[in-house]
């Protein structure tokens, strides 16, 4: 990992997911920890817009943090 948080995926990994210069990765983590990597579907990101109502206010990242880990925690126990 670079010092930018950027990672480098192996050229065979590259050439399995057919990627090409532009496209997007998605990362999709599973319940045991491991984490499916694919190339993201370019209409799956634009479907999304609008799914979510809109925040009544602005969250700072500590916020978001925070409400991450207590879902985290509440998942794995067992809620």
């Known amino acids: 990992m670079t010092s930018k ?4 995926l192996p050229k065979d ?3 399995l997911l057919q ?3 532009g496209d997007k990765v998605a990362f999709l ?9 694919s190339k993201a579907k370019k ?5 999304l817009r609008g799914l979510l109502p809109q ?3 602005a969250y700072s990242v ?3 943090n925070e409400a991450v ?3 985290v925690a509440k998942q794995h126990a067992g809620a």
């Not at 948080?5 to 480098?8: D, E, K, M, P, V």
């Not at 209409?43 to 479907?47: A, V």
């Open 62 to 64: 500590d916020e978001m």
């Open 29 to 37: 983590p599973l319940p045991d920890g491991k984490i499916v990597v």
């Open 69 to 71: 880990q207590k879902g």
């Open 43 to 47: 209409e799956s990101f634009s479907k």
């Open 13 to 15: 990994i590259r050439a």
């Open 19 to 21: 990627l090409e210069p």
């Open 5 to 8: 948080s950027q990672i480098t």
């Open 55 to 57: 925040p009544t206010r």
